[in-house]
C-alpha cells in the first residue's frame, strides 16, 4: 500500500541531543513537507522540499535542519538549537503540480526530558 | 491578524444536526483551501478542498468558498458522534510553493 512511513512514533530525548525524525514516502509525490504541531493549536511549517537536493524554510525552521537526497526520504533532524522540541513532528508529500493535495504520516512525538 | 482564523470552539451540536465550521483568510492571492479532520493524537486526514467560488458537495460534507468576503466553511450535514474532532483549513497561497497555511482548528462535538 501506498503511504508516508514516520518513524519514530514516539521519541524521548535528553537536552542537549540531537535526534533525527524519519520520514519515508512511497507515493512518488515530489514535494514533501515537515510540520509542527504543539497541543491545541494548528500546524506550523518548519521546512519543505519540492525537488531532490533542494529544500526551502518554512516558517520556523530555527534549530532543524533537513535533507532531500532521495525522492522517497526526507529526514527531519532536531538540534540541541531547539529551544522548545516537545512537540507532534508531521511529515506530508503531494504532487508538485495540480490539486497538490497533502498526505500526511502518522506523526511522531518527540519529549524532551 | 493571522493568515487563517478559526473559531478555536468547542462547538457542539447535537446528533443529527448540521454543524457549521468558519474559516477566514487574510491573503486575496489565495487561491486553493483544504479542510482537514484530525482525531486527537492522529495526523489530519483530508475531508475536502475548493478553488472556486460557491459551493462543493461530497456526500454529508459541503464546503463553500466566498473569496470577496475571504472565508470558506464546511457544514457537516446529519452530524455524528464520530464526527468529533478538530478541523483544520488550510490555505494554499499563489507563490508560495506548494506549502499550505493551517488554522488552529476548530473542535468539534457531536452530542448523543
Known amino acids: 500500500d501506498g503511504g508516508i512511513t514516520q518513524s519514530p512514533k514516539y521519541l524521548f530525548r535528553k537536552e542537549g541531543q540531537n535526534v533525527t525524525l524519519s520520514c519515508e514516502q512511497n507515493l512518488n509525490h515530489d514535494a514533501m513537507y515537515w510540520y509542527r504541531q504543539d497541543p491545541g493549536q494548528g500546524l506550523r511549517l518548519i521546512y519543505y522540499?519540492?525537488?531532490?537536493?533542494?529544500?526551502q524554510k518554512g516558517d520556523i525552521a530555527e534549530g532543524y535542519s533537513v535533507s532531500r537526497e532521495k525522492k522517497e526520504s526526507f529526514p527531519l533532524t532536531v538540534t540541541s538549537a531547539q529551544k522548545n522540541p516537545t512537540a507532534f513532528y508531521l511529515c506530508?508529500?503531494?504532487?508538485?503540480?495540480?490539486?497538490?493535495?497533502?498526505?500526511f504520516g502518522a506523526g511522531s512525538r518527540l519529549t524532551v526530558l | 491578524q493571522k493568515e487563517v482564523e478559526q473559531n478555536s470552539g468547542p462547538l457542539s451540536v447535537p446528533e443529527g444536526a448540521i454543524a457549521s465550521l468558519n474559516c477566514t483568510y487574510s491573503d486575496r492571492g489565495s487561491q486553493s483551501f483544504f479542510w482537514y479532520r484530525q482525531y486527537s493524537g492522529k495526523s489530519p486526514e483530508l475531508i475536502m478542498f475548493i478553488y472556486s467560488n460557491g459551493d462543493k458537495e461530497d456526500g454529508r460534507f459541503t464546503a463553500q468558498l466566498n473569496k470577496a468576503s475571504q472565508y470558506v466553511s464546511l457544514l457537516i450535514r446529519d452530524s455524528q458522534p464520530s464526527d468529533s474532532a478538530t478541523y483544520l483549513c488550510a490555505v494554499r497561497v499563489t507563490g508560495g510553493g506548494n506549502k499550505l497555511t493551517f488554522g488552529t482548528g476548530t473542535q468539534l462535538k457531536v452530542e448523543l
Open positions: 522540499s519540492q525537488i531532490v537536493n533542494d529544500f
Open positions: 506530508a508529500s503531494s504532487l508538485a503540480s495540480g490539486a497538490n493535495v497533502l498526505t
